[in-house]
């Protein structure tokens, strides 16, 4: 099992930065593929960036160029640095993470408003 917890989420203005962190402990050896999910208001959840123990990374392409994962293995935690944010960006904000026998897990979630 793995657990998820994440935090940095907030209101700021267009063009402005936010920085999510994703705490993770449990078995996190564990885990092939981590990464960030969004979901506007009454909008399906969506992949926004993701990244493989082989280092792989994959971002939609909304979020090219202005967004940017990362981990520090050390303290377990991955990152989300968001910048040149715009209104289309606000959404509820999930960490993700996979295990090797995929099975899925889930942050709790942490709401970004830009407003317009």
């Known amino acids: 099992q793995v657990q998820l917890v994440e935090s940095g989420g907030g209101l700021v203005q267009p063009g402005g930065s936010l920085r999510l962190s994703c705490a993770a402990s449990g078995s996190i050896f564990s885990i092939t593929i981590m990464g960030w999910y969004r979901q506007p208001p009454g909008k399906q959840r969506e992949l926004v960036a993701a990244e493989t123990s082989g280092g792989t990374i994959n971002y939609a392409d909304s979020v090219k160029g202005r967004f940017t994962i990362a981990r520090d293995n050390a303290k377990n935690t991955m990152y989300l640095q968001m910048n040149s944010l715009k209104p289309e960006d606000t959404a509820v904000y999930y960490c993700?993470?996979?295990?090797?026998?995929?099975?899925?897990?889930w942050g709790q979630g942490t709401q970004v408003t830009v407003p317009s």
């Open positions: 993700h993470q996979r295990d090797r026998w995929g099975r899925e897990y």
